[in-house]
């Protein structure tokens, strides 16, 4: 009696590894295994349909670019295999609706199994069931490994230590900053032209012009400039960000700023200066601002739609109209004479300029002494309590000696002190008669400016631009509306 041989069958495999979890195997060792049981169990492991996920989360499935094309391979019609061998569950995904979603479609429509070769499971309904708890507890696995990797960066962050690449006029030894004298150079320029006032655009059409890159190779935007100017490693601290990337939320109360250790590549003085202003710049100039060297007229950048509220434009010969309009997304043109505008702009602020009934203004809240908005300065003395509410924890739990906590603690409450003084100051200064003189004051030099037959066009758009908030314009009811600002 003969027996007919057993048709082999034909298997893949998939390795993940992954840059946070130290005890896992690595890519070979994982693969070694994987062929041993293969070999064990009958399995022809099918060299080419081996997919490797390397330095990669199995948190999200879209992010690992083998793992989907094994799903993609798995689906087509003619698949050569029809089991997936994993070293551990936990390499398949380590979120668990993923984890049941993929192997349901796998198992269901594609008549594929996936097998864990360290993790045998028994046939029938209780199998599944301890399947569904490997799969729960090594998602509860990723998460406490997650909170501790943002736990211990956290710490790192607030005592100086580098967590990040290098910012542009640095490169790192033995996990320092050391500044790269090279680029140096150019940081020190940034600061200083800013400074002698040249805007941020001309400072990056400058760098580029001389064939300066980013780190990333890149050409320098404004955008590049501003986060150079902004950023607190060029005085020997470090930023970071518990909550990710700061995406320029430069000003996030959850931010951590510590003293970095390294060398500082400008002076706090100058920092601080460029702080102030940068502030002043953003209150002036609106969002996608283009550089005033480029505009058509005094007014350009400053006069808005009624409709829909974006920016007249110049139109030749000698007229603005709406922007959107000219792109087919708003009904009315604003159409208006450049001449016309600029009278009306004028006669208004002259009449304001002497007037005594209200007028209507924006604070702009700008503390000349730190360089920062009153949101920001509230969220500063926030933080200073939250770390003051730190340091009691970590002298509670016997992390400080009684000495170490009482001298953070006194400069922690002298730092709170400060903050809250200036506050005070800054609130104090918003006083309506105040701040109606100071803006009538500022009213009065931007139209001697204006007015003035020797002002460039730069100067004269910079000069309306320092006491304007908002211009609206409404030709149907020939209405030109105002909104001041007053820096204070």
Known sequence: MSTQPKTPQFGSAYIRVS?????????????????????????????????????????????????????????????????ILLWKYSRFARNQEESIFYKSILRSKCNIDVVSVTEPLIAGPFGSLIERIIEWMDEFYSIRLSQEVKRSMKINAERGRLQATPSFGYRVKDGILIPDEEEAVYIRRIFDSFLAGKGIYVIARELNAMGVRTHRGNPFE????????????????????????????????????????????VSVETWEAAQRQLDA????????????????????????????????????????????????????????RAEALEEAIIARLTKDAT???????????????????????????????????????????????????????????????????????????????????????????ALATLQSPDASLEEKNNAARSVIENCIYDKENSLLTITYRVLI
């Not at 492991?45 to 990669?56: N, T, W």
């Not at 793992?67 to 295999?81: E, G």
């Not at 490693?233 to 320029?248: A, F, H, M």
Request: some cysteine.
């Open 355 to 445: 007037s005594t009934s209200p007028l209507a203004y924006n604070i702009t809240y700008t503390n000349a002494s730190g360089g920062h908005e009153l949101a920001r300065l509230e969220a500063t003395v926030k933080q200073l309590q939250v770390k003051r509410g730190r340091l009691q924890e970590a002298y509670l739990a016997g992390v400080l000696s009684l000495e170490d906590f009482s001298v953070a603690k006194t400069d922690i409450e002298g730092s709170i002190s400060k903050a809250e003084t200036e506050l005070e100051e800054l609130r104090a200064r918003s006083d309506t008669a105040i701040v109606e003189n100071q803006l009538q004051t500022a009213i009065a030099q």
């Open 19 to 83: 840059t946070d979890d130290q005890i896992e195997l690595s890519p070979e060792s994982q693969l070694e295994e994987i062929r041993k049981y293969a070999q064990r169990e009958g399995i022809l492991l099918l060299d080419d349909q081996i997919y490797i996920d390397a330095g990669i989360s199995g948190k999200k499935a879209e992010r690992r670019p083998e793992f989907m094309r094994m799903i993609a391979t798995a689906k087509s019609p003619d698949c050569p295999f029809s089991v």
């Open 281 to 336: 710049v953003k209150a002036q100039w609106g969002y996608k601002a283009r550089p005033s060297s480029e505009l058509k007229g005094w007014t350009s950048g400053i006069v808005r739609c009624a409709a829909c509220g974006a920016t007249l434009i110049f139109a030749q010969p000698h007229y603005y109209k709406c922007n959107n309009y000219a792109r087919g997304r708003c009904r009315y043109s604003q159409h208006v």
């Open 222 to 265: 404004n955008r590049t400039v501003e986060y150079i100017l902004r950023n607190p490693v060029y005085i020997g601290k470090l930023r970071w960000n518990p909550e990710g990337r700061t995406r320029r939320d430069l000003f996030n109360e959850n931010i951590i700023v510590a003293d970095g250790g390294h060398e500082p590549l």
